[in-house]
């Protein structure tokens, strides 16, 4: 490819941040190059110094920064890094946007989702261009269903799969030249996932935009990038073309990552265990309503007649689309939402329990988040964190006891006790989510909903945490009710599973069984999407 067709040059960068009179640097000497029209993968665990990367191409970093990025990155042949505020305000959002990870932290919570699509839209081309019939236009390109249905919608009132899609709507309503995406897909279920990657290559086909991918999935980079960087502490340690790299992986930490992804089998269940959580078609319908009167005129049914029993030491994996209802499911079990219909935990029926009734039974019912980061206060060190749920339970111990407690969650969880004094920024992701297992856990409870525990987790890290629930359930008898779109995950610990979508279940049964011959048309396109590149992948990785 010729000079002119060059888009993106970056050149020995680095990156040093602040701490105490020190720096520490996170990007060391990192230099590449990406072409119109082609996707370029930066693939490396939590702390490599890719998410760093992307953002000093948009001059995005989080401060302190201890120096001004050193090196050139040329966009078009012009230095980002000398760029005035106005000329960086022309380029971002119009030649250059990016999306990020978690959309709740990049969506306005006060605005519908139709004013913040325009506002993208009016910044750089006028008000009068940001019309109705452009947004609704932008809303189907991502696949929201019924988007003129959708433009009064609060990001609240919207699954995380769908706020992501409305992320993307705005990356892409100027057509940009270069897409950086930030693990776009990793709030997604595979078969929307599959759904946004090739509705992004169809774009980068016809707009001929380049794309900047970061992301730990690797059968993303598969299906998305012509090219592929692997970064670790901040350096380049293997690049070239994917199909390359993928059929000769040369570096040794390049290839522990084609190999690091949850394996084994789940633990069997025991039919004959007691019962700790059944359900028998239960229902969490929420009202849609209009008009002056705000009368009911319908009802989403979220959650429509499921039926479900977890044992002693069993996890039934709840698996489905964006707005399937899982976690709708998994807080109605807890009794966190109204819900219609029987919950009996170890024999006792809860449905009809008061929130009096139902706080001794807290400590025994707990659940996991998908954010570990946004489910920990900021203010709070480790051992408050930990210590929280007993306080809110009231438990008769002395600080010296529950300070015990927390060492020995934190112990269990794969953390070192010294560090319960310390903040949740202070930890890596993977370290915050074994802090929220490990608040979890402190309480000894029976029953746990763990909610994609692991989605925003490396894929080395991924495995770490299934063995660690895995070893938590065997030495504690737990129940789990473990909800997630990452197939490969509920593979490895699930015994049973449960397939929804729109609310109902549509198949169910022994996950050996199902995952051998599933019986369902949605079930086998679920499957088809999460596993198109597994024989591949692991072909590569046993040469």
Known sequence: MSEGERLLDVRDLSIAFAQGSERRTVVDRV??????????????????????????IVRLLPQPAASYPTGEILFRGRDVLRMSDDQLRAMRGAAVTMVFQEPMTSLNPLHPIERQIGEIIALHHGRAAATKEKIVELLT????????????????????????????????ANRPDLLIADEPTTALDVTVQAQILKLLKDLQTKLGMAMLFITHDL??????????????QGKIVEAGETARVFADPRHPYTRALMSAEPKGDPPAADRSAPTVVSTEGLKVWFPIR???????????????????????????????????GKTTLGLAILRLIRSEG??????????GLHSKAMRPLRREMQIVFQDPYGSLSPRMS?????????????????????????????????????TLDRYPHEFSGGQRQRIAIARA???????????????????????????????????????????????????????DIIVMRRGKVVESGEARDVFGAPQNDYTRALFAAAFANEATLDATVSQ
């Open 342 to 351: 029987p919950i009996v935990y170890c024999g006792r029926a809860i449905d």
């Open 441 to 495: 856990m402190a309480l000894d409870p029976r029953f746990v909903v763990l909610d994609e525990p692991t989605s925003a987790l490396d894929m080395s890290i991924q495995a770490q945490i299934v063995d660690l629930l895995r070893d938590l359930q065997r030495r504690r008898n737990l129940a789990y009710l473990f909800i997630s779109h990452d197939l490969r995950v509920v593979r490895a610990l699930a015994s």
């Open 382 to 418: 480790v051992a408050e964190i930990v210590e929280e749920g007993l306080v809110a339970q009231g438990a008769k111990m002395s600080a010296a006891e529950r300070r015990r407690v927390a060492e020995r969650a934190l112990a269990d969880t794969g953390l070192d006790p010294s």
């Open 219 to 232: 059968n993303v980079v598969r299906r998305i990038a012509d090219d592929l960087i692997v970064m670790r």
């Open 141 to 172: 390109e991502v696949g929201i269903v019924d988007p003129a249905e959708r433009l009064g919608a609060y990001p609240h009132q919207l699954s995380g799969g769908q706020r992501q899609r409305v992320m993307i709507a705005m990356a892409l």
């Open 31 to 56: 230099s590449f190059r990406l072409e119109k029209g082609r996707a370029l993968a930066l693939v490396g665990e939590s702390g490599s110094g890719k998410t760093v990367t992307a953002q000093a």
């Open 290 to 324: 209009k008009g002056f009167l705000r009368r009911t005129v319908a009802h989403v049914k979220a959650v429509d007649g499921v039926s479900l029993t977890v044992r002693e030491g069993q996890t039934v994996g709840v698996v489905g689309e964006s707005g399937s």
